[in-house]
């Protein structure tokens, strides 16, 4: 009875935060790219780490339609197979069977088999996009985990520190000479809000004298804020600019490392259902960094709904960003 009770509570308060928010909060970020722009990434070619799902796919999909020659690096290829196949068929439908071949602006997608908790992977990765591909326009590091359990990356590195900082780190030094030859060319990094809670402890990068899940995800966070901020200054006068952003809280299976009680469960997804960015609308300022030519030219700044935004001082220290630049080429590799 008192399950029933509760049960019931929990759906009565949900309808009503539901309601509320179809009333008032309404969709926070509008698609930005409709009809005429169909071709704006013609010719482009658009590497996506993690694009099988949530965000990632949903920033392929429409840069896809904006005729980008999409490359998904994703971990699971099996996945990633399945995900461009239904990202095909979603294509077909919307381009409609009256669509003439090659009117259009539909792009090509690539899958490539690419493991950020590897830096054995991430060289394999680089060595054939350097072999195969003659050129690259955007690079999106989007892939990333969020809260898991204490563990380690392949080459010892505390997960969260080694996949989203690390992963990429190596991922974007190996590719800077494909970009730089592209050029103009874009570098887009997808960080968060969270960084806020994050500092660099140098001490401890792998967090083995203490371990918090919530912080280690905000330090990676942080630590891609930074990382954007001292290539963009590295990256002066190249023609190849990087910006950071953050999406907002959007439904995704990042927090798939999250346990919520069972009675919680409902409510939450209530609540996430209501007021939660759809991974659509999280993907808009991502998609806006890799496309929009009113951010051409602009480079080492923090976005979020497609606007600069302002950062705290911890994530300008310049000083602390050359140390984990220095540090981090040690740890994957590029310098002994």
Not at 176 to 184: D, I, M, V, W
Not at 298 to 327: H, N, Q, T
Request: neutral net charge; aromatic residues 8%.
């Amino acid at each position: 009875m008192a399950v029933a009770t509760v049960a019931a509570f929990l759906a009565a308060v949900g309808g009503a935060l539901w309601l509320a928010a179809r009333r008032f909060v309404g969709p926070s970020v509008q698609r930005l790219h409709r009809g005429g722009d169909s071709g704006l990434m013609r010719g482009k070619t658009v590497l996506i780490t993690g694009a099988n799902s949530g965000l990632g796919r949903a920033t392929a999909a429409e840069l896809l339609r904006l005729g980008a020659r999409v490359i998904m690096g994703c971990r699971d290829r099996a996945r990633a197979e399945e995900a461009a196949g239904q990202l095909r068929r979603e294509l077909r439908q919307t381009e409609g069977p009256e669509e003439e071949p090659n009117s259009g602006g539909a792009g090509e997608l690539v899958v490539r088999e690419l493991d950020l908790a590897s830096l054995r992977s991430v060289r394999a990765f680089c060595q054939e996009m350097l072999q195969e591909e003659p050129r690259l326009d955007v690079l999106i590091n989007n892939a990333g985990i969020f809260q898991c359990p204490y563990m380690k990356t392949e080459d010892g590195f505390e997960t969260h520190f080694g996949v989203n900082h690390l992963g990429h780190f190596l991922l974007t030094s190996l590719l800077l000479g494909l970009l730089k030859s592209s050029a103009p060319s874009r570098i887009v990094v997808v960080s968060s809000k969270l960084y806020k809670y994050g500092d660099i402890n140098f001490e401890d990068l792998d967090s083995e004298q203490s371990y918090n899940k919530s912080f280690c995800y905000s330090r990676s966070k942080l630590a891609n804020i930074l990382f954007t901020r001292e290539l963009a200054r590295r990256l002066e006068g190249t023609n190849v600019t990087v910006n950071a952003l953050h999406p907002g809280i959007v439904r995704t299976n990042l927090g798939r490392h999250i346990h919520l009680p069972l009675l919680v469960k409902p409510l939450f997804n209530l609540v996430s259902w209501a007021f939660f960015k759809t991974p659509v609308e999280g993907a808009q300022t991502s998609i806006y960094l890799a496309s929009s030519p009113e951010v051409e030219g602009v480079s080492g700044k923090y976005f979020g709904d497609c606007k600069e935004e302002e950062l705290l001082p911890k994530a300008m220290d310049d000083s602390v960003a050359r140390k984990l630049w220095d540090i981090s080429e040690v740890m994957v590799g590029i310098l002994k």
